[in-house]
């Protein structure tokens, strides 16, 4: 993979805008899952220097497992964390 150094300018028309935060995720998600089958996008060069799921795990929140979680329950950020799993869970099996 080639590292990005520059920022990547996409023309007003290739934006993807969304309502909110879950349906841009959405968007972006059926965007990559497009690439992943071989049809092709037009944000494919933005997907592509996105942190994949692997990277994303060793570091982002929302891939914190249940007993990480657990561990922090008194947390506020932990009764977040775990709300929106449930709202990504419901909108996935929503979508599909």
């Known amino acids: 993979a080639k590292e990005v150094t520059e920022p990547i300018l996409l023309p007003r028309s290739l934006l993807l805008m969304a309502e909110n935060d879950m349906d841009l995720a959405w968007r972006l998600a059926r965007e990559r899952f497009r690439m992943e089958d071989g049809q092709a996008s037009a944000l494919a060069p933005w997907i592509r220097i996105l942190p994949s799921e692997e990277m994303l795990k060793e570091y982002h929140v ?16 932990t009764s977040r964390v775990q709300h929106w799993k449930r709202s990504v869970c419901d909108v996935w099996q929503d979508r599909k």
């Open 62 to 77: 929302a891939y914190a497992s249940d007993s990480i979680l657990e561990t922090f329950a008194a947390l506020p950020l």
